[in-house]
């Protein structure tokens, strides 16, 4: 049975814009490795992997919370034309809770962050979805 979720892997391209874009949401690094060799490339399902490994965590949250960087020495990674199209099979989104959701949106944007749409309100949640590093969606909710 499912505990908990732990954490969410991104492959990127910049490492510094994707560490600031999650810095901005509240994730701190917490470690930074380069990931090759056998064993990875056997996990991984990925011949000859080398990559930088960079874990991001929320502070003082329980259940811990991780968003892990991904970015690719070797092999150079697929492109994902359509990344920013919701209508991918697979990956869509991921959403994390907010406490006051028009403050952070309005922080956010003071930082450069675009957004997807205007915020909305559905099942009891206002949601807003931002424009995250490489072209993927991150949302954030605030429960009403």
């Known amino acids: 049975m499912i505990k908990y979720f732990d954490h969410i892997t991104v492959v990127i391209s910049d490492v510094e ?16 490795v380069v990931i090759k060799g056998p064993v990875f490339s056997s996990y991984m399902g990925v011949d000859g992997i080398e990559a930088e490994h960079i874990t991001l965590a929320l502070e003082n949250i329980s259940p ?14 697929l492109p994902a034309p ?31 962050i675009k957004l997807r749409n205007e915020v909305m309100t559905f099942h009891s949640r206002k949601l807003v979805f931002l424009c995250g590093p490489d072209g993927i969606t991150v949302e954030l909710a605030e429960w009403v």
């Open 17 to 32: 814009a994707a560490k600031h874009f999650f810095g901005l949401l509240g994730f701190k690094e917490n470690k930074s």
């Open 82 to 112: 359509t990344t920013d199209s919701l209508t991918n099979l697979g990956f869509n989104h991921i959403c994390f809770t907010v406490d006051n959701l028009d403050a952070e949106v309005e922080r956010l944007k003071a930082a450069g």
């Open 64 to 77: 811990r919370i991780e968003v892990q960087l991904l970015k690719y020495r070797q092999p150079v990674p």
